[in-house]
């Protein structure tokens, strides 16, 4: 699964309403699109100032991921805008495109309801076991009881910028301290970010650091506001 497929079934309830936990829940989808950009792809790269601008440095196979290749796109048109803006802003990571995938393989149902002003589509859990196992894997990596992977270890960081993990993963975190938890995110991040560990190269660390910067600030700018 994609990391933005991820963060969607956690980021979203059985019924396709947002969780609550990270109050800025599409922010976080977008963010794992451009993180999809840049661990697949190597689509991305992101500014060293603190502004994170990003640009399309590579292109996309004609079989990427219909929200991999919407978000391409749009970013491609407008280059050098802020990750945070492009996350914030609700541009990138529609929907509609990040459940494509999900819809097809059956693990979500598209529900459409139609109001007096307004007409919505929600996309309800139709297997529940793929978000079931989805949250093994991550507890079981929050716990050291196996080796987490890069794209695991991305959800995690995303749930992390969004102040979110222990509420997403309540029930799989019960019994871990909360600085025991925080301790394996800093030590996921390290990992995921810092060529040193072997993990990634240096493109992909500072992209993916640069994309977990953006949606905090993001998530941070949105509570500012609120």
């Excluded at 196979?61 to 996350?87: G, Q, T, Y």
């Excluded at 991550?138 to 794209?151: E, I, P, S, W």
Aim: hydrophobic share 40%; with cysteine; proline share 4%.
């Amino acid at each position: 699964m994609l990391i933005a497929e991820q963060l969607y079934l956690l980021l979203y309830d059985d019924h396709g309403f947002g969780t609550g936990y990270g109050r800025f829940n599409d922010a976080g989808v977008a963010a794992g699109v451009m993180a999809d950009l840049s661990l697949g792809y190597g689509a991305l790269q992101y500014s060293d100032n603190r502004a994170r601008r990003v640009r399309v440095i590579a292109g996309l196979p004609p079989n990427a991921h219909p929200a991999l290749v919407a978000a391409h796109s749009k970013i491609l048109e407008k280059p050098d805008r802020r990750a945070e803006d492009w996350m914030s802003r609700g541009n990138i990571g529609k929907r509609e495109d990040v459940t494509v995938g999900l819809v097809h393989r059956g693990v979500l149902i598209p529900e459409f309801s139609k109001g007096i002003f307004l007409s919505s589509t929600y996309y309800r859990t139709r297997d529940a076991s793929v978000e079931k196992q989805l949250r093994a894997r991550l507890q079981a990596v929050m716990f050291g009881h196996k080796q987490a992977a890069l794209d695991e270890a991305v959800v995690l960081l995303a749930l992390d910028a969004l102040w979110s993990v222990r509420g997403i993963l309540k029930a799989e975190l019960t019994g871990m301290p909360r600085g025991e938890s925080r301790a394996r995110i800093r030590e996921l991040r390290e990992k995921a970010t810092d060529p040193a560990y072997g993990w990634v190269d240096p493109l992909l660390g500072h992209s993916l650091k640069a994309c977990m910067k953006s949606l905090r600030q993001a998530q941070n700018n949105h509570g500012a506001s609120a």
